[in-house]
């Protein structure tokens, strides 16, 4: 047991033993005018036992007290409550002291430290107030006008930082003032303790050089290395706005979570259950997908794992883009969940979107004639793009990734809502090197990553300044081995004039290339 709550149960039932003892007495006393006789501390544990089996009699809880001196239950318990509500309310403002004097305490500490930092430009500023003193030692011994000519500079960078100044001209220090005596008229506002006078700059020809405080360094965009946790740590930590987090380390995780709770909430998904946690957060890829733009990008995301890189297989990858972005339509305007789509990309009920998208008034026009186009199109292109897309969802016949698609309405109004609340989303999946093959859960993180990036810019875009307001920080950790996003080199480079600072953390350039093989990323 920890001590912490051992020592909280002593001072609960030392608590209870005093409130049950001072209200007897003081009932005893409010209707006899005296304290009740034998009413003692050291007998009180026992009045509360019987208290506790019979709350009205008070004469069982007290035998060795005259019942005519004790009050009636209803005085008793009422001093009782009363009594509590006092200690509940003088607890309430004595944390609450406590916690402001700790934060006043914490503030002050850290100011005092940024001060600190903020000084460490000037090399030694007690020795810049020492120094002028030993170094007007030698004109008293040879006072020569050309002797105070000899360190102009030196004195008027010592004598910089104002606030030193004022302790070189006291009168009672005769060692002081003996030098000032055979100084020549140039050099007599030196020991002044106003700031630098304009006679100095003059004889030196340049204004007096202030130490100014170091520009803020430009945070990196892009950094490669395999030790990447330290900084993406580092990020998710400074943020001041809601951050998106992509990683495959789940110490990430373990070391940044408890921290950002305290901003606001804290949501995972992460559908293979690599991270030690009951709350995961689903989401239905086909969701907003009722516009049929929307439908498009989601499966330009989705299919951006798999994507053949050489040109030759363009058309092959479009007719893919157009089977998943016309079946997420039907789906999503007829209310089908996702494993729906699943089933289509499998080649079952090939037909059934078609007719969908012919019959809902909700679809969008043409987008029937465009799928059954597809699928009657040029048959070795069609089953090439029909094996793309159900390569890239193939992670749904797992039962953990199935249910990480078939969110609950709490899991929709967290995910719209996170931003505002200055939350952090972390999305996790395993590092896959070679996605082409077997994609795993890339697919659905990749598209929950550019879900949360294009409601980014189209909220910045709405917005009258043009940006997010807090910023909304994405550190994507691993992000070409975990959700490569097709729009990446565009995030890093005007990512920050929207709101969206991102940084990117890969293994290698090389890595980067073979993701992103027709943009350069810069950072």
Known sequence: MPDGLLVGAFAFLLGITVLLWSA????GFFTHGRWPEAVTLTRTPLALRHLMSDPRDLSAAWPDTPPDELSGYGLFWGIVISEALVAVVLLVF???TLTRWRRVRRDRRAQQDAAVR????????????????????PPTAEPRPAGPRRTPTATTSQQAPAPAAPTAPQPPTPTET???????PESAPTPLPA?????????????????????????PRLVYGTDRRSTAARAILEAAGPVLVTTSDPELWADTKDSRAKLGPVHVFDPGHLLDTPDRLRWNPSAGCESRATAAARANALLAPVRPLSALDSLTAETAETLLGCWLHAAAVDGRPFRQVHRWAQGTSAHEPVRILRTSPKAAAGSAGELESALTGHPERRDMAQELTARALNALSSVHIRDACNPNRSDVLALESFAAEMGTLYVVGE????????????????????????????????????RLDPPLTLVLDDVAAVAPLPLLPDLLEDGA??????LALMRSEEQARTRWPRRTLTG
């Open 178 to 184: 003996a030098p000032a005596a055979p100084a020549s």
């Open 24 to 27: 007897t007495g003081l009932a």
């Open 94 to 96: 004595a944390l609450g």
């Open 497 to 502: 004039e929207l709101g969206l600072p991102t």
């Open 195 to 219: 700031p630098p006078t304009s006679s100095d700059a003059l004889t030196n020809n340049h204004p007096p050089h202030v130490p100014s405080p170091r520009p803020p360094a430009t945070p």
């Open 118 to 137: 903020a000084g460490g430009g000037a090399p030694g500023h007690a020795e810049a107030a020492a120094t002028p003193v030993t170094a007007e030692a």
């Open 431 to 466: 590092a896959i090197e070679d996605p082409r093959t077997r994609p795993g859960a890339m697919p659905l993180l990749t598209a929950l990553t550019a879900h949360v990036v294009e409601r980014g810019r189209g909220v910045a875009e709405r917005s009258p300044s043009g």
